[in-house]
């Protein structure tokens, strides 16, 4: 049986390079220096069951542009985490997937294989690639090393979600994880600038475990949802699906001091939906605003599933009054939108913009449009891939020296698939719209992945 997700340019690369780039569109800024950072799943080997394959499975490869003066050096490298390599000394697949959970027998020693192919964080001058349901694992820059587990300093044992936060003023890492079976079902810290645990709490759920794959942070405060994909054993027993969309368990956001109890966090009730991404949350007074992109329901664990137009996350605005308990919220825009990102160094402050990509009408998890969002008068602005071209998650990259929000570039990949040829685009964030400045080739593919980071020289 044919799977989408291991054909075309969801399929895997083998081979891992350091080549220069020397096919150039345009020009290359001299102010943009360093590590354009991509990673996604990359099958080492075939599936135990191909049939069966998610595109959350895969051994994570981080896919890298480094920039410097005026020119750029691409390289790709799997994490080696030991699962990983466990399989390379078997030579074979050993473990399932998303959906074999409970159908395939794992080895009894290490029940579950760490992909660390999720997304990527710069802390403590590390780079770190996480991944749901294990700990982060530190890579090495600019050679993509693997490094090994962070556990800063053994303080942290439980799994890091994908995407921790980085609060730029303090230098602190703001961590959480969930968990499908123990109680408190998910679990926060907060590690310093210098990768030590200060702080660490349970935070009990009002309802079900569930999946939590982003948060976000403010000055003082954390924000952990609590969303309807709820995690059963009782579904697996029967057969049936580990996660599941169960809008009958409700739909909160709990909101904690940073260095808080579980116990002091507080709940809203939100709309039924479910968020995957946060763009930003920051403070006004005694409120707390949140942008993000949200769905009014997600089939985003069933792959079989169309793109109706109820599971495209739009961009969706909340505001909670932390002295009365209340909680305003409305769609900002019916942009079909998903992977924002900001600048960021302004990460838990008021922003102004915000970059995403649209979704692609007809393709499933691509994307056709790379846009920019101004919230002064909520205007996306978009920049249109043609009809073979799909572009994946973008970041912001400040220009070297710069102090202002928005003086730096876009950058992210696009892959065409008229003659399955990937390039680099940089764009400049104040000139969105002229479209990129410099068009970088690749010299290897690189496959359709999940999210991108950029770390400066």
């Not at 799977?3 to 690369?13: D, K, M, Q, R």
């Not at 749901?132 to 962070?150: K, N, Y």
């Not at 009809?387 to 992210?412: C, I, K, L, M, W």
Request: charged residues 25%.
């Amino acid at each position: 049986m044919s799977n989408i997700y291991l054909e075309g340019n969801f399929a895997p690369v083998n081979e891992e390079v350091a080549l220069p780039c020397t096919e150039i569109e345009g020009d290359i800024p001299n102010d943009l220096a360093g590590y354009f950072l991509r990673t996604g799943p990359n099958n080492q080997f075939e599936p135990i069951a191909p049939d069966l394959y998610h595109p959350f499975d895969g051994d994570g490869m981080i896919h890298q542009i480094e920039f410097a003066n005026g020119a750029a050096t691409y390289r790709n490298r799997w994490v080696r985490t030991p699962g990983f390599l466990r399989e390379r000394e078997e030579g074979k697949s050993i473990w399932g997937g998303f959906n074999t959970i409970g159908k395939i027998e794992a080895p009894p020693d290490m029940p579950m294989k760490n992909l660390s192919n999720t997304a990527m964080v710069v802390h403590a001058g590390k780079l770190l690639s996480t991944w749901e349901a294990g700990s982060p694992f530190e890579v090495g820059l600019p050679d993509l090393d693997t490094v090994g587990a962070q556990t800063f300093g053994g303080d942290w044992t439980e799994a890091v979600s994908a995407h921790p936060k980085v609060d730029p003023r303090t230098g602190e890492l703001i961590v959480f994880c969930y968990s499908p079976a123990q109680q408190p079902y998910v679990r926060y810290g907060v590690v310093d600038a210098q990768g030590r645990l200060t702080h660490k709490t349970g935070i009990e759920l009002p309802g079900a475990p569930v999946m939590v794959h982003d948060m976000a942070i403010t000055k003082n405060h954390s924000l952990i949802f609590d969303m309807p994909v709820t995690f059963s054993i009782e579904r697996i027993m029967n057969g049936g699906k580990a996660f599941d969309w169960e809008p009958e368990n409700g739909t909160r956001i709990g909101i904690l001091p940073r260095y808080g109890e579980g116990s002091e966090t507080k709940w809203f009730d939100v709309d039924t939906g479910y968020i995957f991404h946060v763009f930003n949350a920051w403070e006004e007074g005694d409120e707390i605003v949140l942008d993000a992109c949200r769905t009014v329901r997600t089939a985003i664990l069933d792959t079989d599933v169309g793109q109706l137009d109820e599971l495209n996350a739009r961009m969706h605005r909340y505001r909670f009054n932390l002295t009365h308990g209340t909680v305003e919220e409305h769609r900002v825009d019916e942009t079909p939108l998903e992977f924002s990102r900001i600048n960021e160094s302004r990460v838990g402050e008021k922003t102004r913009y915000g970059y995403a990509s649209r979704f692609h009408p007809e393709r499933g998890l691509l994307f056709g449009a790379m846009l920019k969002h101004d919230r002064e008068g909520d205007r996306i602005d978009a920049i249109e891939m043609g009809p073979t071209q799909f572009n994946q998650e973008v970041v912001f990259a400040p220009r070297v020296g710069s102090t202002e929000e928005d003086d730096g570039y876009v950058v992210g990949f696009v892959h065409d698939e008229a003659d399955d040829h990937t390039e680099c685009w940089v764009v400049d964030a104040r000139k969105f719209t002229d479209g990129p400045v410099a068009r970088i080739r690749t010299p290897r593919r690189v496959p359709y992945g999940f999210h991108s980071h950029w770390a400066p020289a």
